[in-house]
């Protein structure tokens, strides 16, 4: 345990991890303006404004969340665009909850696109119930097998823990176990643990303690507090083009932080992200007119109005 602080930073680079097709979409409630057309446009397009991570969508239940029930078509759609066969640095995983979900993930017609997958567990056991109905050590249980095979079959492994402050259902949530469930998803192969504050309700102070090597941060901006949060200083941030998201089962959670916002602190910082602002507010305006939201990126809304 150590803490940190963004002068401890010196390599000035960050990774970004876009969600916007995942957690952005999942809790759509415009869903016929999900076609898997309009989710492959949009992924290219945030592919286009320089992000290299694209969460793409997630192999889970229909019945649970039926937003991401084409993310294999939208897979499919990406390995036949030339422009993302070009882009070899790009990386579009998707989420699995268990075997069913890795075994569609395997399929060989996604291999060419598809070289990473995220598990998911939490940190509370009422809100890991309502999202995959299993305890936590249920899931974690579950997972261990997942990982085994993806990691033998070749596949790059990111866990996620979500309510890793506050859980919708039981409240504040105890650091040590936030703690056991990272170690745990690590020792089962994950390269990297991103935690989620997945209703939004942490402070900066909350992430003094945890150790940032192999950590990513996942906010929720519920209560505005998702840039000071960023500034705990992990090097790999979650987030969400126009701020989209939430989970669908967590209410009152809502959207990431929105990328474009992110991407405009870390440019004023001089950290290096690879992102073409402009491109990556079109994509935003591209996803919000088609699904009929208020863009809620601050950044994008700005340089929209000066335009
Ligand atoms: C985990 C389950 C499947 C358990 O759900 P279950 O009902 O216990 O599953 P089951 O194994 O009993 O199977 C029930 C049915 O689902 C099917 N099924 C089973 N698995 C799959 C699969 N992978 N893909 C497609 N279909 C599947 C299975 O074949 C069967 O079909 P039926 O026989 O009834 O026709 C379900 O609870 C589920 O899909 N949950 C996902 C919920 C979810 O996606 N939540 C949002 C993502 S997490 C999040 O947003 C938080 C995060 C990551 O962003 C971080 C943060 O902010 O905190």
Redesign the pocket.
Known sequence: MYRWNIRRISTKAVRLVE?GP??GL?NEPNTAALTTKVKAEFIRRLANSGLRWIEAG????????PQ?ADTEAVLETLAKDPEIAKMSSLRLPV????M??LE?ALSSGLSTVLKEV?V?T?ASDTFNKK????TVEESLKRLAEVCKTATDKGLMVRG????VVGCPYEGQIAPEKVRDVTLELLRLGCYEV?L???IGVGTAGNLDRVDPSKLAV?F?DTYGQALANILSGIRTIDSSVAGLGG????PG?SG?VATEDVVYMLHGLQYFTGVDLAKLVAAGEFITAKLGQTNRSRTANALLTKK
Not at 95 to 98: A, E, G, K, M, Q
Not at 131 to 134: A, I, V
């Open positions: 969600v995942r957690d999942q997630s192999f889970v239940s229909p019945k649970w969340v991401m989420l699995v909850p268990n069913t979900g569609t995220a998911f939490a999202n995959t109905n299993c996620y823990v979500s309510t991103s989620g504050d997945t996942h929720h989970c669908p089962y967590a959670a990431n």
